[in-house]
């Protein structure tokens, strides 16, 4: 039977923005990218579909604020209620916005659309947003971000309990994966900053840089921790915390792999933090005909090879001791 898949930022108020404090049971994820087009919201959906098969209950959130196209990829027509109804106040609870998809256990959050300042959502209104998300009833929450840097992204990015970046292989795209890696991190220091009262401390080591040897963020820390080396320590135990994931889509050859490999060993040594690769997804023409089926991956093409580079990523994330395997 043939089945029918119907379907800049401003700066902000200062303040920071504190991780989401999931329940017992509930994992946020976020999909992340400093550039568009690298499969962000093609990742977030079919590891949602992967996740609801498994009988949890799972709601994605299209959080491309202003660019919102998620529900698309999942065969779902625009829903009446997206967020642009939440952060206006016309409705006050985040469930009131999931709509079903055609994937049971998977319930869909639209992003906004058809107002033009809402992706320069201001800080209490993310705030609203982060707190409400915590009182979904669900045992995970995918978000899909939008491309680039500003602060709503990143502070999206840092607020789940585990972070992936997608990026393909080709030099923009790298260059903007280590643009959004090195200010999600330099937000996250900030906002420990604010907490911790270091800005002082911070302050006069980055006025000193050339005489302290201070060339990268890792060599702050390590100043940090000279200076004061309780809450040095402190600090490099939070930081330790941003440990984001890579997954290279758009592969084609053993050499795009490599490149995973390379950023992480570049974040080790430059910002001093552990960038694990999860693993690739194949170049297939596969993936646009699905998308233009408006018919997720998974179903259009349940036995392709696409298929199994998904499951080796997925077994991954739910089990960190299983080995990434290089297999092009």
């Not at 049971?25 to 098969?53: D, E, F, H, P, T």
Request: aromatic residues 8%; proline residues 4%; hydrophobic residues 40%.
């Amino acid at each position: 039977m043939n089945m029918l898949w119907s379907k800049k930022i401003e700066q902000e108020t200062a303040g920071s923005v504190k991780r989401i404090s999931s329940g017992p049971y509930q994992k946020v994820w976020a999909v992340g990218g400093g550039k568009g087009g690298v499969g962000k919201s093609l990742i977030a959906a079919n590891l949602g579909i992967m996740l609801a098969r498994q009988a949890d209950k799972v709601v994605l959130v299209d959080l491309d604020l202003g660019g919102a196209n998620l529900h698309t990829c999942l065969g779902v027509e625009l829903p009446q209620y997206t967020l642009s109804d939440f952060i206006d106040r016309h409705v006050d609870s985040l469930e009131e916005l999931i709509v079903p998809t055609p994937i049971k256990n998977l319930g869909l959050i639209s992003g906004a659309q058809d107002i033009l300042d809402i992706a320069n959502i201001k800080y209490a209104q993310k705030q609203r947003f982060l707190t409400k998300l915590t009182s979904l009833e669900a045992d995970y929450i995918i978000l899909d971000l939008g491309a680039g840097t500003t602060f709503n992204t990143l502070d999206f990015f840092l607020a789940a309990d585990l972070g992936m970046i997608t990026l393909v292989p080709e030099p923009t795209s790298i260059e903007n994966v280590y643009r959004f890696i090195k200010s999600a991190f330099y937000r996250r220091l900030k906002n420990l900053e604010s907490t911790m009262h270091i800005k002082k401390m911070i302050d006069n080591i980055m006025n000193q840089r050339v005489e302290n040897g201070v060339h990268t963020p890792a060599d702050l820390l390590n100043q940090i921790e000279a200076t004061d080396p309780i809450v040095g320590q402190k600090i490099k135990e939070e930081m330790m915390k941003f440990n984001p994931k890579l997954i290279i889509n758009m592969v084609r050859s053993q050499t795009d792999i490599e490149l995973g490999y390379a950023v992480s060993s570049v974040c080790r040594k430059y910002f001093g933090i552990d960038t694990e690769l999860l693993g690739y997804i194949e170049y297939d023409n596969l993936v646009w005909q699905s998308v233009r089926k408006k018919t997720p991956l998974l179903i259009e093409f349940p036995n392709s090879k696409l298929v199994s580079n998904f499951n080796k990523i997925f077994r991954r994330l739910l089990d960190p001791d299983v080995k990434f395997i290089k297999e092009i």
